[in-house]
């Protein structure tokens, strides 16, 4: 089955995060500018790394074909690579900001 490996655990990983968010933390994070702004400096030194490393001409890391949904884009970068990094750096900042209003 295509995209299983990669691909579903990335959707899944964002969906977990989201419904953290608006089931249990309620931090009201996805409205503050300054999430957005943070979003857009973590994807403005995403995309060199991870084009580097995924360029298809000479790549770092390599997907099989068979696990991704074979989408990449900039760069030949694999659209589940945005997927776990959202979710990656969404779920610290969710925690983070939980724990800081629960102090």
């Known amino acids: ?3 299983l490996g990669y691909t579903v655990p990335a959707v899944v990983s964002v969906l977990t995060v989201i419904g953290l968010e608006f089931t249990l933390l309620r931090t009201g994070l996805f409205r503050r500018l300054a999430y957005w702004l943070t979003m857009l400096i973590v ?6 790394v991870d084009g580097w490393l995924t360029k298809t001409s000479a790549p770092v ?14 760069l030949d970068i694999p659209v589940e690579d945005f997927l776990f990094g959202f979710a990656l750096v969404t779920a610290v900042l969710l925690l983070w900001e ?3 209003a629960h102090r």
């Open 43 to 48: 994807l403005g030194f995403q995309v060199p």
């Open 61 to 74: 890391v390599i997907y099989h074909d068979r696990d991704t949904s074979g989408v990449r884009f900039p």
């Open 98 to 100: 939980y724990q800081r």
């Open 1 to 3: 089955m295509t995209g």
